[in-house]
């Protein structure tokens, strides 16, 4: 099943709501980040048409024109109407917005995969295990 | 039809590797056919900036979610734990963490110590130097002197703790609890041509690196050279046997999707827990109504698998998050039975250093720690790389009840019955869940933690399968002997998890490669009348 330019563009402000363009952050809504959210959503086409119309019901077709405080309220309402079918949209909308390179430079992340960089991982305090050490065994012989 | 091997080995996992690496010295023909294919580590996820969607899409650890042309599918409709595995060369090594804890000597003897399931027939000390050896293969890191474990051979320099680890550290320290560096099959230096970890934080997902050891990179290159073939795409349906009960070779669909018989002088079954007895019981004969190897009606019964809780604390100080591998320290503090504690047997704590900023978001959303709408950004801020955990993998008793048995209408792309699973938790497990989280609440909120959440079970959690085609000497109340040859088919063995008596509190992988190791050993000694 594959979604219409109208449920597209539809979500598309579903999800702006779900993660939204606030405290000087990118919205799920961005261009950039929808375009990438957007080729991704076939697989999960069902669940999303299914949170179109609950949110097109809840909201009597004018959803996008209403204040984001009632947009919220009523995601909530069709949250927990769907359950599961609404947390599949959740889940591609934050997987998809948080691997934007503008995304997770603002949250003093690194872009890009973790392989072929790598991170960097301090040894931390090996110091903690001394008492442990002292330990005498307790595995139980038999 | 095809010319007759020595060995048919039907899994090219954990065990499978393990076996016919050993196996290779006798210079017998040997053949391993495996339903996957070879994995390519340019293909895992941290290679590509999708890598966090991929762990919820086609590199997924749940077969049921992945769903590659290898993949069979599952009726796991009545078990509150699902069913992880990978299929293809590696099996479930490629999709695992990497921990590499042994079993202690008291698992061996949980009958004469503790008074429930049964003993094992064999020891640790039959299988501690095949865990050295495979040790050896595989490439550990660690730490030797662990008081809550008998005394290991040198291992590479542990995995660091990181901030996150030496958090958790500070916790059990201040308990005054166990915790160690945990074993870990992840190269910390160069090991036999692989190299180091590089904090990749993403070994459950396959390491690109290839610091992490999975048998398709360890064992099964050596076997190859050795001589060993391995044919993939190579799904087996059926043991077939002759009129006097000794199996003949398998039947098989190849890569061409053609029905082809291998014929064997010795079959090996290494397709863990749940692969296993679901080949077994599909091969039904004259000989063999039941089930193949199945006169104790015990094949697919007493599935085990590790019931697990977790424990997330956050913190005001920054952590870690997803940089670095999740393995770093382990505690087996309630290990050994204590009847005081309501339950019998024990558990293993093991660190989980964190996950990546989408799937810190994704936990903290479902836990409704951080809402979707106004005032996602600045919850979020307050918790990315701020939490860390770990979790409890507790012992699980066999079960009768608990079962792997053929779905009577689901079945795979070649029209093979799938497996069906049927599993409880038991009054024992929920005890041990439920002190697991208590005590490990505690333990994060002695390192510092403001806030702590716990869960159990962790329904994604069924990667350990075990104990359906047990070990035992008596064939009334066991599968297979105790060197892993069927009581009812003479040139018939049995490798995987399956053999388990008991599941101990501890990750399998390196007690079944230890135990691949040891079959096959017992094999090479009696090769002059090892069908008697």
Known sequence: MALTDQQIEAFRTIAGRIIPAEDGALGADDATIFADLSSSLNDIAP?????????????????????????DVILRKVQGALGMTFWAAVQRVTLCYYRDDRVLSALGLRPGPPFPRGQVLEQGDWSLLDPVKARQPFWRET | MLETVDVVIVGAGASGAAVAWS??????????????????????????????????????FNPSVRRAAADYPINEDASPIKIANYNGIGGGTVLYAGHFPRFHPSDFRVKTLDGVADDWPIDYATLEPFYDRNDAIMGVAGLRGDPANPLKPERMPPLPLGKSAAAVARGFNAQGWHWWPSDSAIATQEHEGRAPCINLGHCLYGCAQGAKASTDITYWPLAVRAGVEVRTHS????????????????????AAGQEQFQPAHMVIMACNGVGTPRILLNSRSKLFPDGLANSSGLVGRNLMFHPYA???????????????????????????TDPGRGFVRGYTYEFSRGGGPASQALGAIGSGRVPIGSGHHKAFRKRLDHSTGMVAICEDLP????????????????????????????ENS???????????????????????????????????????????????????????????????????????????????????????????????????????
């Not at chain 1, 179109?52 to 024109?65: H, K, P, S, W």
């Not at chain 2, 196996?23 to 023909?29: P, V, Y």
């Not at chain 2, 056919?33 to 991929?54: I, M, V």
């Not at chain 2, 009129?243 to 039947?251: H, L, N, R």
């Open chain 2, 399 to 426: 079960e009768a009840h608990n079962t792997v048995t053929l779905d009577p209408t689901l079945t795979d792309a070649h029209g093979i019955p799938a497996p069906k699973i049927n599993y409880t938790i038991s």
């Open chain 1, 47 to 71: 669940a999303i048409a299914s949170i179109i119309d609950a949110v097109n019901l809840e909201g009597f077709g004018r959803f996008a024109q209403l204040p984001s405080v009632e947009q």
């Open chain 2, 235 to 254: 799904r087996v349906r059926e043991v077939c046997v002759d009129d006097q009960g000794m199996a003949t070779g398998v039947i098989y669909f190849d």
């Open chain 2, 310 to 336: 977790s424990i997330t604390g956050y913190f005001d100080e920054p952590l870690d998050g997803g940089r670095g591998p999740s393995n770093g320290l382990w505690s087996q503090e309630f290990y050994e």
């Open chain 2, 430 to 532: 929920q005890r041990m869940l439920d002190f697991a989280m208590a005590r490990g609440a505690e333990v994060m909120k002695a390192a510092g933690a403001y806030e702590v959440q716990t869960a159990a079970p962790l329904s994604f959690g069924g990667w350990h399968l075990m104990g359906t085609a047990r070990m035992g000497r008596d064939p009334k109340t066991s599968v297979v002997n105790d060197w892993g040859r069927s009581h009812d088919v003479k040139n018939l063995f049995v490798v995987d998890g399956s053999l388990f008596v008991t599941s101990a509190g501890v990750n399998p992988t390196s007690t079944i490669q230890a135990l691949a190791l040891y079959v096959a050993d017992a094999i090479k000694s009696r090769l002059a009348n090892l069908f008697d």
């Open chain 2, 23 to 60: 196996l290779a010295d006798t210079r017998m023909q040997i053949v391993c056919l495996d339903q996957g294919d070879w994995p390519n580590p340019a293909n895992f996820p941290s290679a590509g900036r999708d890598w966090e969607a991929r762990q919820h899409t086609d590199h997924s």
